[in-house]
Structure formats: C-alpha cells, structure tokens
C-alpha cells in the first residue's frame, strides 16, 4: 500500500536511468533536470557555496556518462545520485584547499539544515506553541539523527535507500532513527507537559 | 502498513502521529484512496478528531528551509552540461576524455588526477594481493584447467530466465546477470560463479556441497534454496535464505581451502528468513533478517493466530517457530503480560509491533535474531 505515486515514479525513473547507460543524449537532459533540484538542496547542506554545488553535480552527471558502461542498470536512482553527490563533495572538498583559500571544514561532517514552522498552516495558538518546540528539538538533534530524519521524513525515503545515501548499514540507519524519534518524542512529551501545567496554572 | 492497522491508530498520540510514515502521507499527499480511508476511520473515532487536527497542523507547518532555484537556471546548466559531454561522444576508452576539458574547472582537472591515482593505487595493490591470495589463484586453476568445459550463461532480457543444471538443481537468473558452471560437476564438489543476481533451488546431495563463488563471497550449500545479489557495481553482496542452511565465508578468508574441503558447514551459517550482507569497502558481514520474513513450516501446520489472554511469551513461541526466527526475550519479565489479539493476516514485522505496542515493548533485529526490550506488565 505504498502510495502508488511511488510506485509509478520508480519504474520510469529506471527507463530514463537506463536510456542514459545506454548513451541517449536525451536520456541525460532528462535525467539531469529531474533531478536537479533534488540533489542542489541535498548538496547545499554540505556546503554553503551554491557555486560550488553546482558544479559538484555538473562534475557527477559528466563522470556518471563517462563510466556508464561500467555502471549497474538495476538501481534506486534517487539514492544512488544523492549518495554519489555526497562522495563526490566530500572528495573534492579534500582537495580544494590545494588551489582555493575557501575554508573546507564546513563541508566535512557537516550537515546544515533549517527547519522552519510556516504559520500559514496553523490554526490556533497551542499549535504554534507545540510546533515551535518541535522545530527546537529538531533543531538540537546530533548531525547524523538529523540527516536521517531529513531523508527519512521530508525526502520519504525508505531504511534501505537512506543506506545506501549515507553509506551506513540498514541497521545503523534504524537504530539512528529510533533515537532520534524517541528523542523527539520524550522531549515533547515533557515540555508538553510544562506547556500544559504552565497553562494550568495561569 | 495495510488498512488493517487502521485500529492501531487508535492508541496514537499527536507525538505518534507526528511521526508516522502513512499519517504524513496522507497529509502530505492525499490520495483519493488514502483520504477516504481516514475519513471514514475519523467518523468511526471521532474522538481523535482533535488530535489528528493538531497532528495535522504541525506535519503541514514544520517544513524544511530549501535554497531555490529556478527551472530556468536549472536548463541552463543541463544545456551546458550536455555541450560539455559532446567531445567524448563516440569515444568509449574513456581516458582521453577529461584532458580535452579546459583547466580552467580546476577541481574537475584534481578529480581526474586523483581517479589516476585512485586506478594506479589498485592496479598496484591488486597485483601485489594476487601473489599472495592463494585463492585467487585457485579459482583461476580451476577455470583454466577445465576451461572448455565451462558453461556461460549470460541474462540479457528483461526477465528472469531458469537455467536447470544436470543435477536437478535449479537456477533463476536475473537480467543483466551472468552464470558459469562446469558442464559435468567435479565429484567431490559442484561449484558455479556468479555475478549479478539469482535464485538457487539446490538439490539434495549431503555427499557433493554446493558452491556460489560471487565476487569476494563464497556460498556453500548442502541442499536448499537462497538468493544472493552480487552486481559487480554494487557496494554489498547479499545472500538471502528461503529453506535449509547454508554457509557464508569471504574468499579472502585464510581457511578457505578447509572450510571448501569438508562436507560440514562453517564460517557464518544462516538459516531461514535469515540474510547475510557483505560490505565490500569495509571487509564486514552482518547478519540480519530478510525484509519480508516467510512462514517455513507446512501450511497444515500453521497455528492459527488468535490469541486470547494468553501469555504474550508463548506467542512469541510459536511466532518464532512458524518462522524459524530465534526471538530472545527476558522470560521473567514477559511472563506476566497476557496478549489478546488477532495476528493471521499480518507479516512478521506487523505482528511483532502490534504485538510490542500492546506490552509497552520494542524490538530489534540483532544479529539475525529478534530482540525484545520490555519492562514487563507487573505494576
């Protein structure tokens, strides 16, 4: 029952996938511009330089036609562009200060997201109060809880995918979700309950 | 997730539907079918009304800061990516392609450096191992000894094709992926290679151990049937059991000539519903279960899985045998919660969090095991 808009994506995503392996120019306009923006807003929490970003997909689409002939015909595309994204910038980031001053450490285990509560949503003050609070907990949560949840709850990715994009066993992946959800939801449950009590007593 | 758990919801908190993957999804992306389902399930709870309003709010509020861009911006660079690819058309022996790049991309010049260095490093490393891997070596003995004899089967449909070997084993191999096989096994031992993916029913024949040699992993079998994923591409290599046992080892592995000469089993043994994964870069194995365990015992003899006050340990039981799955749990504290539930229709994974959420526990997958962490119903 996984949403069906799931399911036809991934078929079509695979054809095009294999179209460009195939070498069809075509293929690789589509492929690109499909998942672009995708891959701009994922590699923009690795480093602030948009530039730099850009090209980092530029170089990974080139490289990707390149080596087509040697490359799997049977993958989960989105992953498998996140993560190469993901090992490229790290990759040329070590080697960046070689020919650039630009400070590199941002982008080295870092992974810079911004949650914010958009209030057009929200009906009524005890909402705005809770949401807040969450997006403060979000907000604390150690870097790699976060990147899971980002994948996880705003990319809708699955444990096996998220796998794959940060290169952590399936397993790891759980256990780092169940951590951060139980963090998530223990911290909530108590401030709530302040929240609450506060309310009360006024 | 199946429509069945809709009751599940029930028991929900506006923290537990924050978080939950088909909640969001409804009020993410509505589908007629998922929209009816909760509108109807609203009107049996309307209870929850407030709640699932709250819960709603937040999930629709709290959103993720995005840097935009255009379409248009994003054309562009795509347009210009492709120009910069056209030198290279037609030219497959890849090399010659980053040189007739400008420097002035001067990071794209240090990839291509690094990638040089990257094949240089593993050309160098590889012949040096080679020496030294007995294993290798004896691979490549038995390959070019009998090489005339070998069978190469290559899947280059888009479907699953069987291949069924002279010993009554079967093979169902997936597109793109390539079997080899002797055309007369050896007598002490039937070993096949493989790259890609396939599905191996093995006969029975106690006498002649099975052997799948893909990439760095060896898989030896007496008779049974297992999967294994091995693309040449791919980061991991995993086999996955269906029936009967079958043993794992890296052909790295220094023992590799005993554990390939005696007719037991050694290195990680995996029984049913049980995987292997095999990270490749970090020379590791993990056990685990498959993503969808399967009921291994006859259907006759499948319990029925109604439960009525019972104590939630013999469920666990005779959860476990119907599966062939080792659950682990602390007897002493579980014994005192009785479970009333009906569990016929679910998958492992459902039952065992329906199951869970009902005593207060969790669980997880350990080592190919099921582990329960509870804190136990005496109050």
Redesign the interface.
């Known amino acids: ?1 996984h ?3 799931h399911l036809k994506e991934v078929p079509d995503d695979k054809i095009i996938w294999q179209r460009f392996l195939a ?1 069809e ?1 075509e293929a ?2 589509h492929l ?2 499909l998942h ?2 995708t891959l ?2 994922y590699g ?1 929490k690795f480093s602030r330089d ?1 530039e730099f970003v ?2 980092n ?3 990974l ?3 990707l ?3 087509r ?6 993958i989960a595309v989105k992953p498998y562009l996140m993560a190469s994204l993901r090992r ?1 910038m790290h ?2 980031a070590m ?2 200060p ?3 001053d630009n400070s590199v450490e941002e982008i080295n285990g870092n992974f810079e ?11 009524n003050e ?2 705005l109060v ?2 807040q609070k ?2 403060k907990l ?1 907000d604390e949560l150690p870097l790699r809880q976060k990147e899971v949840v ?1 994948l ?3 990319q ?1 990715m699955d444990r ?1 995918q998220i796998s794959e994009v940060m ?1 952590i ?3 790891t992946v ?2 780092l979700l ?1 951590i951060a ?1 139980k963090q ?2 223990k911290h ?2 108590s401030e709530l309950f302040i929240f609450f009590l506060i309310h009360f007593i006024i | 997730m199946t429509w069945k758990h809709m009751n599940d919801y029930k028991h929900y908190g506006i923290e537990d539907l924050v978080w939950d993957t088909f909640f969001r999804q409804w009020v993410l992306s509505p589908t007629r079918e998922t929209d009816n389902k909760w509108k109807e399930w609203l009107s049996e709870n309307p209870e929850m009304a407030e709640k699932i309003n709250q819960s709603r709010q937040i999930v629709l509020s709290l959103q993720v800061k995005e840097l935009e861009i255009s379409n248009l911006e994003i054309a562009e660079i795509v347009k210009e990516t492709i120009s910069r690819t056209k030198p290279l058309l037609g030219d497959n022996t890849s090399k010659g392609g980053f040189e007739i790049i400008p420097f002035y991309r001067k990071f794209w010049f240090k990839i291509a450096a690094s990638f040089t260095l990257i094949i240089l490093f593993g050309w160098l490393a590889k012949s040096g191992f080679n020496r030294n891997n007995q294993l290798s070596n004896i691979q490549k003995e038995i390959v070019t000894e009998e090489q005339e004899k070998f069978t190469e089967k290559i899947n280059s449909t888009s479907a699953s094709i069987l291949i069924v070997l002279k010993d009554g084993s079967k093979i169902t191999l997936a597109p793109l992926s390539t079997i080899r096989y002797p055309e007369n096994f050896a007598n002490k031992k039937r070993e096949v290679y493989l790259t890609g993916e396939a599905f191996f029913d093995i006969s029975k024949d106690p006498n002649r151990p099975f052997f799948v040699y893909a990439n760095e992993l060896v898989t030896k079998v007496l008779g049974t049937s297992f999967r294994i994923k091995a693309y040449k591409t791919s980061k991991e290599i995993t086999v996955e059991v269906k029936t009967g046992r079958v043993s794992v080892f890296a052909q790295s592995d220094p023992d590799i000539k005993e554990k390939t000469a005696n007719h037991e089993l050694e290195g990680i043994v995996l029984s049913p519903n049980q995987k292997i994964i095999y990270a490749r870069d970090q020379v590791r194995m993990v056990k685990t279960l498959v993503e969808k365990p399967e009921i291994i015992i006859p259907k006759a003899q499948i319990p029925q899985f109604i439960f009525e006050d019972v104590p939630v340990t013999d469920v666990f039981d005779s959860i476990a045998k119907t599966y062939g799955i080792d659950i682990l749990y602390d007897e002493e504290l579980l014994e005192g919660c009785p479970l009333t539930a009906i569990l016929d229709n679910q998958t492992l994974h459902e039952k065992l969090t329906i199951i869970c959420k009902a005593i207060e526990a969790n669980y997880e997958i350990l080592d190919g095991q099921i582990v329960v962490h509870g804190k136990g119903c005496r109050n």
Do not use: A, C
């Open positions: 029952m949403s069906t808009t070498g120019v690789f306009d690109m511009t672009f923006r701009f807003r923009s948009k850009k090209d997909i530029q170089d689409f080139l490289i036609w390149e080596r002939q040697n490359l799997s015909h049977d490229l990759r040329s080697s960046k070689l020919l650039s997201i911004e949650f914010s509560v958009e209030e057009e949503y929200i009906e005890s909402s809770v949401t969450l997006k979000l980002y996880k709850y705003f809708e096996s290169n066993s399936p397993q759980s256990n169940q959800i998530l939801k909530w449950k």
